[in-house]
Every structure is written in C-alpha cells, then in structure tokens.
Nanobody, 122 residues
Framework: QVQLVESGGGSVQSGGSLRLSCAVS????????MGWFRQAPGKERERVAS???????TYADFVKGRFTISQDNAKNMLYLQMNSLVAEDTAIYYC????????????????WGRGTQVTVSS
C-alpha cells in the first residue's frame, strides 16, 4: 500500500521559512517522479516543484530562488525547503508521486498525500 505523509506545515510571518517533509512508503521514491503541489482556497491545485528519477529538479516560476526540493533516497523522504515566504504562498501543500512526469501536470501524479497547511501572515 502506497502512503505519502506530509509534515512540517504551520503558520509563519512573511519572510519566514518552513521545511516540509514527505514520508514515502510502499514505493521507492527514487524510482518515481516526485513532486510538491499546493492548493489555495478557491484555486486549482498547482505544481510547486518536482524532482525526476535522474535527480533533475524543476520549479514553478513563482517559487524559483525561494524554494528547494530535495530527497533522501536512503530514508525514502522528500523535502521542500521554503524561504522568503509571502502571503500568496498560503495553501495546503501536497506531496505526490508519478511513474512519468513529462508535462509536470497534476494528472500525471497517481499517488498523493493528504496535505499539510501552510499559512503565511503579512
């Protein structure tokens, strides 16, 4: 049974930092495309960052230079370091896994966690 469990969310002030973690079980994360997505109230779920099977990373334009995705293959963990947070980053953040992620779209990701809330106050 595949499980992805996010943690590390919380409330911070604008300019602050948070580190999200995703504990993966039931699959080997290094053999999948792993991603972080977010969904704000009233908005569609959007990709934040992803890491391919070869270790290559890609980011949405709105987080470039502020967020860093990484993984620990030995621990089967995925991380998202978020710096210089702004109010617009407020959302539920989800960890997800895909067999293939050619288009980096939500639909390509078959496995999802339940999410962790991030709230940034200005």
């Amino acid at each position: 049974q595949v499980q992805l469990v996010e943690s590390g969310g919380g409330s911070v002030q604008s300019g602050g930092s948070l580190r999200l973690s995703c504990a993966v079980s039931g699959l080997t994360s290094s053999q999948y495309c792993m991603g972080w997505f977010r969904q704000a109230p009233g908005k569609e779920r959007e990709r934040v960052a992803s890491i391919r099977k070869n270790g290559g990373t890609t980011y949405a334009d709105f987080v470039k230079g502020r967020f860093t995705i990484s993984q620990d293959n030995a621990k089967n963990m995925l991380y998202l370091q978020m710096n210089s947070l702004v109010a617009e980053d407020t959302a539920i953040y989800y960890c997800a896994a895909a067999v293939w992620c050619v288009f980096q779209s939500v639909g390509e990701y078959a496995f999802w966690g339940r999410g962790t809330q991030v709230t940034v106050s200005s």
